[in-house]
């Protein structure tokens, strides 16, 4: 299973995203890969925020050498399923499917805790104390997608 965390800068939520899932895969001993894209190029080449980087340091994980990149129409052949973060990345990434099979791909991550909620994972950029929340989110949110795959093999 190869699975692509993608928000909008790649610094906040998907390398989180990326970092809590690589970690719950480890534990259960799962051959998954897991990586994390932006749907823009702001960020291009940096490291996470550091508000990411702490939240994950407070709970084990360590986010701190990923890099921010941008989706590219390729990772649709690369990876098995695409979550996004809200909605605004949704319709940035399904624009660039060339097939409905691309398509079926992406799914709002939260919708593995809600099924067809379309709840959005809010972006934590602007305002200092919405990291924790984002944490938790994901936390749940990779706990499903583990049992979810799990149970399918």
């Known amino acids: 299973m190869k699975i692509l965390m993608v928000c ?9 995203a990326e970092g809590i899932l ?15 894209a932006g749907t823009s190029n702001y960020h291009a080449g940096e490291g996470p925020d550091n508000r990411s980087i702490t939240v994950g340091s407070k709970y084990g994980i360590d986010i701190s050498t990923q890099h921010s990149r941008q989706f590219r129409r390729d990772d649709f052949k690369m990876f098995d399923k695409i979550y996004v973060m809200d909605s605004s990345n949704y319709q940035n990434v399904v ?24 709840i959005n994972v809010p972006d934590p950029y602007w305002g200092n104390d919405g990291f924790e929340q984002v944490y ?8 499903k997608i583990v049992e979810h795959y799990t149970a399918l093999t």
């Open 8 to 16: 909008l800068g790649n610094i906040c939520r998907s390398p989180l």
């Open 22 to 36: 690589k970690q719950k895969i480890e534990q259960e001993g799962l051959d998954w890969e897991v990586d994390s």
């Open 95 to 118: 624009k660039l499917a060339e097939s409905e099979v691309d398509k079926a791909k992406v799914n709002l991550i939260m919708n593995e805790v809600q099924a067809n909620r379309n």
């Open 136 to 143: 938790q989110m994901l936390d749940e949110a990779c706990n």
